[in-house]
């Protein structure tokens, strides 16, 4: 197997930008030539370079902005032509014309796991008395809605302090997550955050908006809200803070969000197609 990157670091608030696209065509063209059997474009504005080459099926993995989102017509006409589209979960479907397959992401469970809070706290020089929330984005994505996030905190009665994600690398996350009293996920819309996820794998209690798959992943996972509403988000806060816990979200998920499931499925596919 070989995997190649679109080049470029991610814009926090954009995204890669379309001269980093422009850029990778080269590299697409460069390995089209070689000896594959299938070529998987993982991201909806990679699937018109998967397509230069129309000697192998294509697979193409969608994963909620890039169907979703401003470039989301690309995605759409992109998975047409595509010989399997995966979604990673069903609220996307609506955006797509086409046949599919869902296949939720995966997450790694051994680098996702519980830790003490009081050493991943000293692991990152945070206070040990204070309550903390955390806000596991960049504070300049839109659609991550920082500024709601920041609204609870300054509603609840409760001295918290919100920290955000930004910038902090992802082997590095489940020390934030740890750390923390609670995560809480504020987006407008989503496939399904993926950091939901990780945090339920590491029983972290979770605030979540009702987007994507929260509320099925979180469904019988306790100390966990899906919320409607600002009101009802800022009583879930207030809730978990008054009263410190851990979710069992690693006993309810572990089986079922690991990476060797969705690879074992994406492999069942791969079979499918050369058969």
């Not at 955000?164 to 987006?187: F, K, Q, R």
């Not at 209690?205 to 509403?229: E, R």
Request: hydrophobic letters at 35%; proline letters at 6%.
């Amino acid at each position: 197997m070989t995997t190649i990157q679109v080049p470029g670091r991610v814009n926090q608030r954009e995204g890669r930008s379309i001269l980093d696209y422009v850029r990778f065509y080269p590299s697409v063209l460069q390995n089209s030539i070689r000896d594959f059997d299938i070529v998987h474009a993982n991201f909806g504005l990679t699937g018109p370079f998967a397509l230069t080459q129309p000697r192998r099926p294509v697979v193409l993995s969608l994963w909620g902005s890039d169907l979703m989102g401003k470039y989301g017509r690309v995605s759409k006409t992109c998975a047409k032509y595509c010989d399997q589209v995966i979604l990673p979960t069903e609220t996307m479907a609506p955006y797509l014309d086409t046949e599919y397959e869902i296949i939720p992401f995966g997450v790694n469970a051994e680098l996702f796991r519980p830790l003490p809070k009081s050493y991943a706290r000293n692991k990152l020089g945070w206070d040990t008395n204070k309550k903390i929330i955390f806000f596991p984005y960049s504070t300049e994505r839109p659609v991550k809605n920082y500024s709601l996030a920041k609204q609870i905190v300054d509603n609840i009665a409760v001295d918290v302090t919100l920290k955000s994600g930004g910038g902090i690398p992802h082997e590095e996350m489940p020390l934030y997550m740890n750390a923390s009293d609670v995560v809480l996920i504020t987006s407008k819309r989503e496939s399904g955050p993926l950091t939901v996820k990780e945090a339920a794998l590491c029983n972290v209690p979770i605030i979540s908006t009702d987007v994507g798959f929260v509320s099925d992943i979180l469904s019988n996972v306790s100390n966990t809200f899906v919320c409607q509403n600002e009101q009802n988000l800022t009583q879930a806060v207030e809730s978990l803070i008054r009263s410190p816990c851990q979710s069992n979200g690693r006993k309810k998920l572990r089986n079922e969000v690991g990476l060797n499931t969705m690879g074992d499925r994406i492999l069942s596919v791969y079979k499918r197609l050369l058969r």
